[in-house]
């Protein structure tokens, strides 16, 4: 993947190591990631005059709090899903003053970790990647929610908990599910198992960069739009959509090779179906281009 860095210029030797992380983070089991250190080297791309290893600190400390706030708390410890959340609430949100950014909810910012440590602000996928570290660090179960137009995240132990990260902590019991659900995905929209699937880290993380794209594509940056979908692949260098998306951004640059290359992967990745068809046209349409 040589696509252009989302900066003007050469990118700098932090953004070559932490591009070189996230390949090698790419080639892990899903069970090796870990999520947070994966999310701060996203955020080193976006935003390389932070200091990443100050955010290499916090989560250090946010881990030891959530330790020790498990070791206090028996019932929480001993399996009590809500007694789980409650304890993660009061250290993400209440010890940490984390919360989401609902007057700002589009700024750029909000989808960088580093950022939201900053500002104690972000995207509900930004600080449930902070929960997901802490319930790591404590030892409980936990997994991202894949539920339209709002992430979310369940606890486990004895019983599930599923918690809006943006809202404090908030629990969220069948009747606040389907009235969310019905505010994004319309008022026909009922709960059922695909709108509670549960994510692995890969697809979080992919999740928390999407938001950059989306914003990036939004704002007419189809440079840095590109970027963020390498930086994409290199987490899952298996993702055909993403390699079509990146095939299709880099026509559109004129960036001829870059895009064959792109769609070629895509094509060896999934060899069938209507869009792999439609992607065999246009790569020969590319390929009488070069020639």
């Known amino acids: 993947m040589s696509g252009p860095d989302p900066s003007p210029g050469v990118p700098s030797p932090g953004v070559v190591e932490a591009r070189a992380a996230l390949t090698a983070i790419g080639s892990l089991p899903d069970a090796e990631i870990d999520i947070a250190s994966a999310a701060l080297q996203l955020a080193r791309i976006d935003a390389p005059e932070l200091d990443w290893r100050a955010g290499t600190q916090h989560l250090t400390a946010l881990a030891r709090e959530a330790v020790q706030a498990a070791a206090a708390d028996p019932e929480a410890d001993g399996g009590d899903a809500a007694r789980r959340r409650a304890v993660l609430a009061e250290v993400i949100h209440g010890r940490f003053g984390y919360g989401g950014d609902g007057e700002n909810y589009d700024d750029l910012a909000n989808a960088n970790l580093l950022r939201a440590m900053e500002r104690r602000r972000g995207l509900p996928v930004t600080l449930g990647i902070l929960w997901l570290?802490?319930?790591?660090?404590?030892?409980?179960?936990?997994?991202?929610?894949?539920?339209?137009?709002?992430?979310?995240?369940?606890?486990?132990?004895?019983?599930?908990?599923?918690?809006?990260?943006?809202?404090?902590?908030?629990?969220?019991?069948?009747?606040?599910?389907?009235?969310?659900?019905?505010?994004?995905?319309?008022?026909?929209?009922?709960?059922?198992?695909?709108?509670?699937?549960?994510?692995?880290?890969?697809?979080?993380?992919?999740?928390?960069?999407?938001?950059?794209?989306?914003?990036?594509?939004?704002?007419?940056?189809?440079?840095?739009?590109?970027?963020?979908?390498?930086d994409m692949l290199r987490l899952a260098p298996d993702a055909a959509p993403l390699w079509r998306e990146a095939g299709l951004m880099h026509q559109r640059l004129d960036h001829i090779a870059a895009a064959i290359s792109a769609l070629e992967t895509f094509l060896r990745l999934a060899p069938e179906g209507i869009q792999a068809m439609r992607v065999r046209g246009l790569l020969e349409e590319l390929r009488q281009r070069l020639n």
């Open 133 to 230: 570290h802490a319930a790591e660090a404590a030892g409980w179960e936990a997994h991202g929610v894949d539920f339209p137009g709002h992430f979310l995240l369940a606890l486990a132990g004895r019983g599930k908990v599923v918690v809006d990260v943006f809202s404090n902590g908030e629990a969220m019991d069948a009747r606040a599910l389907r009235a969310l659900l019905k505010r994004f995905a319309g008022d026909q929209a009922e709960l059922g198992p695909s709108t509670l699937a549960p994510m692995d880290k890969r697809a979080v993380l992919l999740r928390l960069q999407n938001n950059i794209k989306v914003r990036r594509l939004r704002d007419g940056d189809l440079d840095g739009a590109v970027a963020c979908t390498e």
